[in-house]
């Protein structure tokens, strides 16, 4: 069983919620990792970051 072929991620067709994802990974310096290794390469810190950032940026649109 080898390992299966991922598609590549069309950044301009995304959702926006997972756009905000990629987004925030860039900003990290991470993107460049998640688009190589996907998203289960990041460790937990770096995963939790992540998840930190979309739940301040969405907090944040809705007190806009």
Do not use: Q
């Amino acid at each position: 069983m080898g390992k299966k072929k991922e598609k590549p991620i069309d950044l301009k067709s995304l959702a926006p919620e997972e756009k905000v994802k990629y987004e925030i990974a860039e900003e990290l310096g991470l993107l460049d990792k998640v688009l190589e290794h996907g998203w289960k390469s990041l460790t937990s810190k770096e995963t939790g970051r992540i998840g930190g950032l979309v739940t301040k940026k969405k907090r944040n649109l809705r007190n806009d």
